[in-house]
């Protein structure tokens, strides 16, 4: 079996699989790892690896190679960003600086579509990769989350304090601050999206955890996604044909072994 894990700013999401099957799966807030707590995983018999896609940090990387290899004496391959996987070539001039989730999620949307995408990875930062249906990355965007919209707007003013979003069903016009905050900062991710997807005449795919309070919104066709970023590290593994050893050098995501401090 083997352990995936996908490190973002603000959430860790796990799954161990059982074959192509998920047989167990959670999530915990970054922080906790973060701060020294170990990944909450139940007993898992059969681990022989673990993959992990991280924008969280040396830290974070670290302390789960740690646990890993003191609890289930297993390494941890950690996901790079290289110029090309199979068919799918990246379009930033230095591959290295793009975001591996970023990486991950396009990998798994052009393995499952073939198709010319949007892909919209909506967390604390939402970002928008594009690609063509030859598998062409043409790079992307990346905007604020709702929620560093809210908070920006927290630190840059006196009045408009809004302690959370508001729940909404629409996107008329708020007839409160809490309503009118939400509101303007979903429609703004909304546009952008909706323009993206028109111009370049291509699916919409969506993932992240605020996918699902995007997606009633959008006007436009799209798919959701939960794991986009695990789905991935598969596609990546399954590309190298090393059996979840990706080569630590050539194309591909790479993997490299970390050694516990």
Not at 3 to 10: E, K, M, T, V, W
Not at 69 to 86: F, N, P, T, W
């Amino acid at each position: 079996m083997i352990l995936q894990i996908d490190a973002g700013n603000s959430r860790i999401k796990w799954r161990v699989l059982d074959g192509t099957a998920a047989v167990f799966q959670g999530n915990q807030p970054t922080a906790s790892v973060l701060a020294g707590e170990p990944l909450r995983l139940p007993a898992v018999a059969g681990l022989r690896l673990a993959q992990l896609s991280s924008v969280a940090g040396d830290t974070v990387v670290a302390n789960l190679s740690r646990q890993l290899r003191e609890q289930y004496r297993i390494d941890l391959h950690v996901a790079k960003v290289s110029a090309q996987v199979g068919a799918v070539s990246c379009g930033y001039s230095v591959p290295e600086k793009l975001g591996v989730d970023r990486w991950m999620a396009v990998l798994a949307v052009f393995q499952k579509t073939g198709r010319a995408s949007v892909v919209v990875d909506a967390g604390s930062a939402v970002t928008i990769d594009l690609i063509t249906e030859d598998g062409v990355h043409h790079g992307g965007y990346i905007v604020p989350g709702i929620k560093l919209l809210q908070q920006s707007l927290w630190k840059g003013t006196d009045q408009v304090k809004v302690d959370q979003l508001a729940c909404t069903n629409t996107l008329g016009p708020g007839v409160s601050t809490d309503e009118a905050v939400t509101r303007g900062c979903t429609l703004m991710l909304v546009a952008l999206i909706e323009r993206l997807a028109a111009e370049h005449s291509a699916d919409l795919i969506i993932t992240g955890g605020d996918a699902l309070l995007l997606k009633p919104q959008l006007a436009t066709q799209v798919d959701y996604y939960a794991d986009l970023v695990l789905d991935g590290l598969s596609h990546a593994d399954r590309n190298a044909g090393h059996g979840g050893r990706l080569p630590a050098c050539g194309i591909g995501a790479i993997h490299q072994r970390l050694k516990p401090r």
